[in-house]
């Protein structure tokens, strides 16, 4: 019996999933994905999975990390973004980080080259361009004005919408490493994984003086109260609530000895994390930025170590939309007022690409089972799969709702599950035994729903 296919807008981390987990069910997928003939301004390539900014998925600790949970139960779902990221991971301490440009052409040719994928490079406008009755939209925080615009019209309600600031990627060629070393704090992973730049006091004031003084990107008048998401930050935004924000942040100097002078600890230390392969690019870690080019080089060929850089990428800011989903979807992730019509990825609330691909992850098994005549369970709450799904679609405040990265807030309290009683004298679970905990509870739960 010949299976009609699902349709997926948006070629994405949410909608490759999406396609990968349909197909892997034996449903056929259309993928619209509107570059290269339509262009973004973060994007700079046609391929699926593109990493617009970071090429980090964060921590990969499944044992004390919300998010390293998270790769680890996608892993056990088969996910085609965890598999296509472990085979192109580069040394990055504890964190899961990437070759951008071999995981993007990994992600492409394995769905361009399967029989059930059908890859349409053109815009969608319009849902009524598309005879279908399963229909995902995935197309992140990027979505075209034409799309927006439909989506307005099946919501019949405003979406709302955050700043997203992009950082920049250096040569590594052009660092100084007379005064750069490689080590990653307190020598996690090889040891070795980030170029580390030390600012003594007066540097680091010094910055701190460049970054609220220098010009930044100005919104349009349409934009100024656009709020920023709180996960992703621009350091000038940082820097701004208070001088010693970023010391605590992304410049923090714990965990490092300075082997140039390991008798004098650095003020503050700028990390760099590997971006390709070859090692030729490393980024600025936590440096998402709205300065203007020109003052970018001014102010970043200041920090030392830096001041030969050329940048491969300078850093830049962005308007994300997003839906508010407690509001407008059910359950499994349909639309209320339109259910052939399912939404995925960053444009339902959902921060991260990890968390994007995890929701692809969902939408497409939903769409999936339903072609088939099943019923696709919901993902237990206990776990990072499931404790993401809930929030956006039955846990979250519709009037307050705001993008979400996975962590362990958003499942269940694990105080009175017999499973994991507290140690002797104590009554409840502290720091890294309860994240420990809730990592254990999850993957017991997870292995269970899955042998259903």
């Known amino acids: 019996m010949t299976l009609a296919p699902i349709h997926i807008i948006g070629g994405g981390m949410a909608g490759s999933e999406a396609a990968w987990q349909c197909v892997q069910q034996g449903i056929p997928v259309v993928l619209h994905e509107m570059r290269p003939k339509v262009k973004t301004f973060a994007h700079t390539s ?5 990493l617009v900014c970071s090429n980090s998925f964060r921590s990969d600790d499944a044992t004390a990390s919300a998010v390293g949970l998270l790769h680890e139960e996608m892993r056990r779902c088969g996910s085609l973004i965890l598999a296509k990221g472990d085979e192109h991971r580069l040394p990055a301490g ?42 995902i939209v995935a197309t992140g925080p990027l979505t075209s004005e034409g799309l927006t615009q439909a989506i307005l019209a099946a919501t019949q309600e405003e979406s ?68 920023y998401f709180e996960g992703c930050l621009p350091i000038e935004v940082m820097a701004e609530r208070g001088r010693e924000t ?28 590997q971006d390709n392969a070859l090692g030729t690019l490393f980024n600025m ?22 001041e030969e850089a050329e940048f491969a990428r300078l850093g830049g800011i962005h308007r994300n939309t997003f839906i508010n989903s407690p509001r407008l979807l059910d359950p499994e992730l349909r639309l209320k007022s339109d259910p052939r019509i399912r939404f995925a990825g960053q444009i339902t609330g959902v921060e991260g690409y990890v ?7 969902m939408a497409g098994r939903f769409a999936a089972a339903q072609r088939l005549g099943q019923d696709w369970q919901r993902p237990p709450a206990t776990t990072a799969l499931g404790a993401l799904l809930d ?62």
């Open 391 to 452: 929030h956006v679609t039955i846990n979250a405040d519709q009037d307050s709702f705001q993008p979400m990265n996975i962590n362990f807030g958003l499942m269940p309290d694990i105080t009175n599950d017999p499973d994991f009683p507290p140690p002797k004298g104590r009554r409840k679970l502290k720091g890294a035994d309860r994240k420990a905990a809730y990592c254990q509870r999850a993957l017991r739960d997870l292995n269970a729903w899955r042998a259903l």
């Open 355 to 361: 968390e994007s691909a995890a929701c692809g992850l």
């Open 160 to 227: 709302l919408a955050f700043f997203d600031a992009i950082a920049p990627i250096i040569h590594t060629d052009s660092i100084d490493f007379s005064k750069a070393w490689f080590q990653s704090r307190y020598d996690k992973g090889t040891g070795k994984d980030y170029i580390n730049l030390p600012l003594d006091r007066d540097q680091y004031e010094a910055f701190i003086d460049d970054l609220l003084s220098e010009p930044k990107t100005e919104f349009k008048d349409w934009e100024k109260d656009t709020p």
């Open 46 to 50: 046609d391929g699926l999975a593109e």
């Open 94 to 135: 504890g964190a899961l980080a990437v070759d951008r440009d071999a995981f993007s052409q990994a992600v492409t040719q394995t769905l361009s080259q399967h029989p059930l994928v059908r890859l349409s490079r053109e815009e969608i406008t319009d849902f009524a361009q598309i005879d279908s009755d399963s229909i």
């Open 285 to 306: 870690v936590g440096f998402q930025t709205k300065l203007k080019y020109r003052a970018q080089k001014d102010v970043f060929r200041k920090i030392p170590g830096l």
């Open 246 to 273: 970023l010391r605590f942040g992304p410049m923090k100097p714990v965990g490092l000895t300075n082997p140039h002078n390991p008798d004098v600890k650095p003020h503050a230390v700028v990390q760099l994390r």
